[in-house]
C-alpha cells in the first residue's frame, strides 16, 4: 500500500470547514483513497473513499487532485464533535478480495474549536 | 441495524492470564477483523477470519488466537498475559469496501 503523509496536528473554529491534506505520491493506478477517523478511546469511523474522481456524502467531501498524489478531506462545517484523529489510507480495494487489512499512520489530530 | 459490538468493554488481568474478547459482526457480515492498538500507537493488525477460517495474521505471537463461530462472531484470546499487551482491541467487520469498527475493549494487564 501506498505512504501517506498527514500533518501531524491542526485547528478549527466551530462552524467553519475543516480542510485536511493528505500526500500519497507513490499512490499506484488501482489503489483508492479511504479516510477514517477516530474520536477518543472509540474505534474508528469510515467517513469516506474515492479512487478519482471527487466524492461527496453526508458527513465529508473527498477532492483528489487530477494527478492523484495528493488529497484534501472537507467537513464542510466542523463542530465540536469532530475533534478527532483522522487517517489517510491509500489501498487497493476492494479490502476483503485483497485480503488484507487497513494500515493506519499516525493521522492528523484536529481539534476544533468554540 | 446494530453495529460491531464488542464484549466486554474493559477488562483488567494480571500477569500469565487468560483474556477472552467477544465481537459480534454486523448482520450480514462474514469477515471479521482484529486490531491492536496500544497508546499512543496506530492499529496494528492482529487476525482476519472469513467464513469461520483464520485467512490472514499480523506479527503477533501465537499466544495471539481466536476463532470465527457458525453465527460469524468471533472470539480473540490472548494467554499468558504480558504487560505489554494492555492495549484497546478493536474488531471490525466489512462489506464491499468500507471496515466498520466496534467500540474496542480495552484490557489492562496489571
Known amino acids: 500500500d501506498a505512504k501517506t503523509t498527514q500533518p501531524p496536528s491542526m485547528d478549527c473554529a466551530e462552524g467553519r470547514a475543516a480542510n485536511l491534506p493528505c500526500n500519497h505520491s507513490?499512490?499506484?493506478?488501482?489503489?483508492?483513497v479511504y479516510w477514517y477517523r477516530q474520536i477518543h478511546s472509540q474505534g474508528p469511523q469510515y467517513i469516506i473513499h474515492?479512487?478519482?474522481n471527487n466524492e461527496t456524502n453526508e458527513m465529508a467531501s473527498l477532492i483528489i487532485t487530477e494527478d492523484r498524489k495528493s488529497s484534501t478531506l472537507i467537513l464542510p462545517h466542523a463542530t465540536l464533535r469532530d475533534t478527532a484523529v483522522y487517517y489517510c489510507?491509500?489501498?487497493?480495494?476492494?479490502?476483503?478480495?485483497?485480503?488484507?487489512?487497513?494500515?493506519f499512520g499516525g493521522g492528523t489530530r484536529v481539534l476544533v474549536k468554540p | 441495524e446494530a453495529g460491531v459490538t464488542q464484549s466486554p468493554t474493559h477488562l483488567i488481568k494480571t500477569r500469565g492470564q487468560q483474556a477472552t474478547l467477544r465481537c459480534s459482526p454486523i448482520?450480514?457480515?462474514?469477515?471479521v477483523y482484529w486490531y491492536q492498538q496500544a497508546l499512543g500507537l496506530g492499529l496494528q493488525f492482529l487476525l482476519w477470519?472469513?467464513?469461520?477460517?483464520?485467512?490472514n495474521r499480523g506479527n503477533f505471537p501465537p499466544r495471539f488466537s481466536g476463532r470465527q463461530f457458525p453465527n460469524y462472531s468471533s472470539e480473540l484470546n490472548v494467554n499468558a498475559l504480558e504487560l505489554e499487551d494492555s492495549a484497546l482491541y478493536l474488531c471490525?467487520?466489512?462489506?464491499?469496501?468500507?471496515?466498520?469498527f466496534g467500540a474496542g475493549t480495552r484490557l489492562s494487564v496489571l
Open positions: 489510507i491509500v489501498r487497493v480495494g476492494p479490502i476483503k478480495a485483497a485480503g488484507n487489512k487497513l494500515t
Open positions: 507513490t499512490i499506484s493506478g488501482n489503489e483508492y
Open positions: 474515492g479512487l478519482k
Open positions: 448482520s450480514g457480515h462474514t469477515s
Open positions: 477470519y472469513d467464513e469461520g477460517e483464520e485467512r
Open positions: 471490525a467487520s466489512i462489506i464491499g469496501d468500507i471496515q466498520y
